[in-house]
């Protein structure tokens, strides 16, 4: 693999063995918890959700469906949510009737979340219960219950399986911390 992301890592936070370890541990606890219901049905967050999405549905051993949405939020810095919240598009299926899980890369301010939630609430599903795979509990401005959490992690930018830098490195295995104020660069892009 090309080590390109180098330049811009400040450490490792969570190995990929770390993070495959945990997330088989969730997709039993989910399998576990939604054994007697029915109509599961995953919703990953593009892009950021999309690795994570990957390796836990084969991770649950109980039937369910899987859908995509793609989010942005604007206004802000790359690096910041603004709290303004658009879809980019939008399920390719109903969700009335469905147990909704909701499968996000990060939770940070909240507002992401806290709009997707309002959003699949007036669409009458069963029910709505929420997986993330970080956490950042000291940046929350918007109170959310996250069923299923696979690592807290202290106020700092990280990338890689699935988050991005400037829209780069989603591809790596590991969740990499970036050095405090980098850009990336033309050469890189
Ligand atoms: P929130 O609306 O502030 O909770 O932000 C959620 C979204 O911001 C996530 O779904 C990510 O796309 C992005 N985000 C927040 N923190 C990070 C980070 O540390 N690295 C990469 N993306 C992040
Ligand atoms: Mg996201």
Not at 8 to 33: F, H, K, M, N, V
Not at 90 to 119: F, P, Q
Not at 130 to 155: H, M, N, W
């Amino acid at each position: 693999m090309s080590r390109s992301y180098e330049r811009y890592l400040d450490e490792i936070l969570i190995p990929a063995e770390t993070l495959q370890a945990r997330i088989a541990e969730l997709g039993r606890q989910i399998s576990d918890d939604y054994r007697d219901t029915k109509n599961l049905h995953l919703i990953c967050v593009l892009k950021g959700g999309v690795m994570f999405l990957a390796d836990l549905t084969r991770h649950i051993d109980v039937p369910h469906s899987i859908d995509f949405m793609a989010i942005s939020s604007y206004g802000a810095g790359v690096r910041e949510s603004s709290g303004r919240v658009r879809i980019e598009m939008d399920l390719s299926h109903d969700i009335a009737g469905k147990n909704v899980l909701i499968v996000e890369d990060i939770v940070d301010s909240g507002h992401t979340l806290d709009y997707i939630i309002s959003l699949l609430s007036t669409r009458q599903p069963a029910s709505i219960s929420v997986c993330a795979l970080l956490s950042k509990p000291s940046r929350r401005q918007v109170p959310i219950t996250l069923d299923y959490v696979g690592f807290e992690i202290p106020d700092k930018f990280v990338f890689g399986y699935g988050l991005d830098l400037d829209e780069l490195f989603r591809n790596l295995p590991f969740v990499g911390v970036c050095k405090p104020g980098v850009q990336i660069g033309d050469d890189c892009a």
